[in-house]
């Protein structure tokens, strides 16, 4: 298979309709029909189920749907990525971070280091926190943003807080009688919806330990790619979810968000490659130093001594 295939069948599963997929990519319907028979032969399985009305995609074609939608994702990525490296002059510092961080203070250090490197082309990558160490080790970025601790002798990371976990809940919920924080024994008669799905271990893992240390065994737990997506199901009274505090700021009208009885955090972490002396990465630092002093909040350790060191 190729990624124009990929493409051909995005379009039909867009669709539902080889007709008007076949206008879409303006082409004849008889070798968009051929391209999609021969994915399914190479897959080994229908990918459509050509007698439902309108068409719809099989369990194997749902699968194959979300697979050939990062793949044709990332190659666009990889293209704007290197047209934009190829035709920019300034040196180039990316940035990898898992999405519930922006709801925290990482856009603060965003400008801030944009103010203090404008001659630098900050570029941000959306990543998960296992992702962001091999990116790290392959050079394809510089500093990741995450929540998840891991080991690597290449990788050296500092927690920079420890964040808050609260409840998200449908409004009406009957957790939200009274004003009391949500108690993980109710969790029990609940279900829970964790995220990402993929690639793990990841922030779902860390929920799901925070249940367990607690004896909770949810009545159900519904695994999704995306935090929006959980929300989303939260709001639709679905399943409750656990999210870091930050999360509150999106001003959502159609969730409440509920403190936990328990004491629950979730790590910021911000990592890089051991020994790296970039310019870039110690106005980075610097940045995140001069913030955190404005805000009152500890500066990790090392971080601290790294920051005497480049002073000197």
Known sequence: MDLRQLRY??????????????????MAQPPL?????????EVGARLFDRDSRPMALTDTGRLFYEHAVQVTRRMDEMKS???AFVTSNRPRFVL???????YSRLPDIIRGFRRAAPDVDLRLAEMMSIEQIAALKEGRIDVGFGRVRFDDPAIEREVLREERLVAALPIGHRLLAGERPVDLADLAEEAVIVYPRDPRPSFADQV????RDHGVTPAAVH?????????????AEDGICIVPASVNLM???????????????SPIIVSHRKRDESP?????????????DQWGLPLPTAMGRRVAGLGK
């Open 9 to 26: 069948f995005l379009v039909v599963a867009a669709e539902r309709n080889f007709s008007r997929a076949a206008e879409r990519l303006n």
């Open 33 to 41: 029909s051929r391209q999609i028979q021969q994915l399914e032969r």
């Open 81 to 83: 990525a290197m047209h």
């Open 96 to 102: 990898g971070f898992v999405p519930s961080v922006l």
């Open 208 to 211: 799901l330990s925070l249940l």
């Open 223 to 235: 695994e999704v790619k995306e935090l929006q997506t959980a929300l989303g199901l939260v709001a």
């Open 251 to 265: 001003g959502r009208r159609d969730i409440v968000f509920r403190e936990l009885a328990q004491h629950a955090v």
């Open 280 to 292: 870039h990465l110690a106005i980075m630092i610097e940045v995140i130093t001069k913030l955190y």
